[in-house]
Nanobody
């Protein structure tokens, strides 16, 4: 399974961005999908995650500002980010727990390559 993240860029404080993560490959099913971020000098942290049934959870720092969603038919996940702050600056990674057609009973963890979000005036 390959994950392709896109949508990062430079935005001013208070602005918005929408990240996308498209999964491809020999996919049987995708369970949980999530967005993580890693700021310079910091550990990678969970931003938001969503189950195949649409149940979402968020880090306290982004609640009320970010919205995670997914399109199961297209194996795609989104992160709508609003009211962005300088502390949201980080490389954002998408993650998926997925099983392959060749081995549907086993789920593996997959990571995308990351997309840089910079919030600065």
């Amino acid at each position: 399974v390959q994950l392709q993240a896109s949508g990062g860029g430079l935005v001013q404080p208070g602005g918005s961005l929408r990240l996308s993560c498209a999964a491809s490959g020999s996919i049987f099913s995708i369970n949980v999908m999530g967005w993580y971020r890693q700021a310079p000098g910091k550990q990678r942290e969970l931003v938001a995650a969503i189950t195949s049934g649409g149940v979402a959870n968020y880090a306290d720092s982004v609640k009320g500002r970010f919205t995670i969603s997914r399109d199961n038919a297209r194996h795609t996940m989104y992160l709508q980010m609003t009211s962005l702050k300088p502390e949201d600056t980080a490389v954002y990674y998408c993650n998926a727990e997925a099983s392959l057609r060749e081995l549907p009973s086993v789920a593996y963890d997959y990571w995308g390559q990351g997309t840089l979000v910079t919030v600065s005036s």
